[in-house]
Each structure stands twice: as C-alpha cells, then as structure tokens.
C-alpha cells in the first residue's frame, strides 16, 4: 500500500505541480515587470477565476468521480463522461456570454488592464473548467502518466505565451492573454487522447443522480472559495493593491505546501478512499495515510519556512519584503486545511455531504468577520491569522462528524510525536535568525535546511518503528 500512495502521489505531484506551476514560475517575472498595483490586480484576477471555475463546474467533476465506476460497462461510462463534459461545455458558454455582456454594457471601475483582462478572466474559467473534465477522466481511470503530459503542456505554454505576450507591451492582458491560449492548445490532445472515453451526447437519465450528488457540493466550494480569498478582498478594501500584491506573494511561496504536497495527496486520495473502504483493515490503513500525510506537510512547511529568506531576496524586489513573516502562519494554515481531507472519510463514505455546506459557512463566516475586525489593526497579520482560525473551524468540524459516522481509531501519540517535531523545527529555525547573525547568507539557508531534515528524520524513524511494531503485533494474532 504505501509503494502505491507514494509512486502515485508522487506522479500526481508532478501532474499538480505542472497545473499550477506556471502561476509560481511566473511570479518572479511578474513582480519585476509589472508595478505592485499591476499584480494586485492580477492577484485578485486569479481569485476571481477560481469562483468562475467552480462556479461552472458545479460540482460535476465530483460527481463523474463517485458514479463513474459504479455503472455497469464501459458505455454507459463513457455517455456519463459525456454527458458531464458536454454540460459543462455549454454551461460555461452560457456564463462567458453573460458575463462578457456585463463586463461591455455596465461601467467598470478603472483599473489597469480593464475591461479587456475581464473578459480573458472569463475566457480563462470557461476553458480551464472544460480542460479538467478531461484531467478528471484520466484521473478516474489512473491514467496518470496523460494526466501529467497534458498539464506539464499546459504549463509550458501558458509560460511561453504570457512572456512572449507581456513582452509584446500587453502587460497585465498579456499575462491573462497566455494563460487562455496555453490552454486553448492544450484541449486539442485532451481531446484525442479522451474521445474514446466520452460519447457525444448527453443521456439525462445518467446526468441526473451526477447532479444530485455534484452541486450540493457547491455551497461548500463557496465557502471555501470564501475561506481562501476573502482576505484579499478585504486587505484591497481597507488597504491598498500593493499591500494585496505583498501578501499574495507571500501566499504563493507558502503555496508551494499546497501545489507540492495538498494537491497531489487530494488528487489520489480523492479515488483511493473509495477503494480503501473495500477493504478489510481500511480503518488502520486510514490512520496511517493521515500520518503519511501529516508528517510530509510539516517537513515540507519547516523546509520553505527555512527557505523562506533565500526566496525573497533571489525572487522579490524590495517592496515585496515585508510579507516575509507572515510565511509561516500561511503554512500553518495550508497545513490545518490539507488535513481535512484525510479526515473527511465518514462524510465521502457515508454520502453526507449535506454536512459540508454547514461546516464550510460556519468557518467562512467567522473567517470574513475575523477579516473584517483583524485587518483594519493588524493588515497582513489579521489576515493569515484568520485564515488560520477559520481552517481550525473547518478541519475541526469535518473530522468531527466524520469520526461519529465512521470511527477511526488514530494514534494520538504518534500525531502528537509529529506535531512536536515540527514546533522544535521552528522554534530552531527562530533561534537560527539571531544566534547565527554573522554568518554568511549560503552557510545559514544549508544549515537550517540541514537542522529541518534532521529533525524530522528523528521523527520519521521514531513513527517508522512504531508501524514496524504494530506490524510485528498483528502478524503474531493472526498466527496465533
């Protein structure tokens, strides 16, 4: 089991990485090209392109992922792909044109860039949302090797077209302009490559029970759309667009937790939970996929955390410099989040979604009113900090439900073991900003990077030792 949830995490790490990588890769480009105001905007561009695409998938791509494989040959599967990727064809055009016809006819705000980059925001949405029903397909079908080729394309291409547009004097257009044709191209092999999965029409008898499970989903991707982009919203509100700028830079190299480690885990586990539940010691395989996964996360957060000075003066102009300390509370809430996913077992199991709407407003409002009362005194810091209260809230409330409609016995100890692991990587990493002062800036980053790999190699051996116990425990009852 784990030979399988590392060499497929890791594959999808890639693919994962490759989906959002040029959003990163771009970053460094983007902040000495354009002015702190340009990439506010840009920042709150990006967001606003994630509503849209959760707002023209509906939940569908969920959907096609828990019925697919439940239905009885291989073409009532492909009229459901079908019939889900056509749905989303045409609801994505019905929302590009009314909201180009909002953008043309009301009056825009001025901002750089408008009103042309809200149309290539829509534009964008539409096609990326058509774009992941293919990813989707593939990655029902574990076809993963596709699934990385066809976003590692992309990636190459959105790169390529936003330079060579941003150099072209397009600006903030250009780089909006890059990431629509990438994937534009890209949908020509996503669709030779999953035509003979997808029949031409839409059988509303199989489209039916996918909607029915998919768009109550949706009340929950708002309020987790709430939860990851209020704070931004609300900073340009109370602040101005180059303070979003600053703290959205700091909230992409904090993201790399999330496109490295969140993503790829969700990517996989998203189908493995299912297969899991099939089997006979699901409820310890489960406890050890949620050590699995938190152990990564926190060593991967104490390794950008111990990177963290060497990016902002590698990557960031000087302006950007003030969102380096709030880089670790980013994480920590990166880190709360990534765990509700392998605890939201007895929700996914037990076809309870109904409860993610209420856990997901619950913690979206307190995340807005933290927004609202914290910003104004504290700016950068009010936000990440309430980010992070409002995470708690969310992991908190799905684990809870799930463990009463699934019972999952995890070890306290060795959670606890890993959480320790990470507050003395931290504490150390701290203690390295003024007990190594006088040292050269290469010597600091290795030996940081050095303190961080031997500390959770403590860890990891310790939790190694403990499952290589458990292991020798279970075979001597069964043999016995």
């Known amino acids: 089991m784990w030979h399988n949830v590392f060499k497929t995490n890791l594959i999808y790490a890639v693919g994962s990485a490759a989906n959002s990588a040029a ?30 695409n ?15 494989w439940f239905l009885a040959d291989g073409e009532e599967r492909t009229r459901l792909a079908g019939s889900v990727l056509f749905t989303v064809t045409l609801w994505g055009g019905v929302l590009f044109a009314i909201g180009t016809a909002l953008v043309l006819i009301s009056g825009i705000p001025s901002f750089p860039g408008a009103p042309r980059a809200l149309v290539w925001a829509l534009g964008i949405s ?70 003979r999965y997808i029949s031409p029409h839409i059988d509303r008898k199989l489209l039916i029970p996918v909607i029915n499970y998919g768009l109550p989903l949706f009340p929950t991707n708002l309020a987790s759309y709430i939860l990851f982009g209020s704070d931004r919203y609300v900073l340009q509100y109370f602040t101005t667009l180059e303070t979003v700028a600053v703290y959205t830079f700091a909230y992409k190299l904090a993201a790399v937790l999330d496109v490295l480690i969140n993503r790829p885990f969700a990517i996989d586990w998203a189908p493995r939970r ?65 765990l509700s996913y392998s605890l939201n077992i007895g929700i996914m199991l037990k076809d309870r979604t109904r409860y993610l709407p209420i856990i997901g407003w619950i913690a979206a409002a307190v995340c807005l009113g933290l927004n609202f009362w914290w910003i104004p005194t ?32 995890y070890s306290l100890w060795q959670v606890g073991t890993t959480f320790v692991a990470g507050i ?14 006088h040292m050269d800036y290469i010597t600091l980053i290795i030996l940081r990077s050095f303190w961080v790999v031997g500390v959770m190699t403590v860890d990891g051996l310790l939790l190694w030792r403990r499952f290589k116990e458990r292991a020798i425990d279970t075979s001597v009852v069964k043999v016995s």
Do not use: C, H
């Open 126 to 195: 539409w096609v990326e949302a058509v774009f992941s029903i293919f990813l989707t397909l593939f990655r029902i079908r574990e076809q993963a090797i596709r699934y990385v080729v066809l976003s590692a394309g992309r990636m190459v291409l959105f790169m390529g077209l936003a330079i060579g547009f941003v150099q072209s004097g397009y600006g903030l257009s250009g780089a909006l302009l890059g990431r629509l044709s990438g994937t534009l191209v890209m949908l020509v092999p996503a669709i030779i490559l999953g035509f």
């Open 424 to 437: 003395v990587g931290y504490v150390g990493l701290r203690l390295s900003d003024q007990v190594m002062l």
């Open 23 to 52: 959003l990163f890769l771009l970053v460094p480009y983007l902040v000495n090209v354009l002015t702190p105001e340009e990439y506010g905007v840009l920042a709150l561009l990006e967001i606003a392109i994630q509503f849209l």
């Open 378 to 409: 504290l700016g950068m810091w009010g936000a990440a900090w309430a980010t992070v209260v409002a995470y708690i809230i969310w992991t908190g409330g799905i684990a809870w439900v799930s463990l009463r409609l699934y019972p999952v016995k």
């Open 54 to 68: 959760m707002l023209t998938l509906a939940g569908l791509e969920v959907g096609l992922m828990r019925k697919y």
């Open 274 to 338: 299912f297969k899991i539940a099939t089997q006979r010691d699901a409820p310890s395989q489960y406890a050890r996929i949620l050590l699995f996964y938190l152990w990564a996360a926190v060593a991967f957060s104490l390794l950008i955390i111990a990177l963290t000075p060497a990016f902002y003066g590698w990557l960031a102009p000087q302006e950007y410099l003030p969102g380096m300390k709030v880089v670790p509370v980013i994480l920590l809430a990166y880190l709360i989040y990534g």
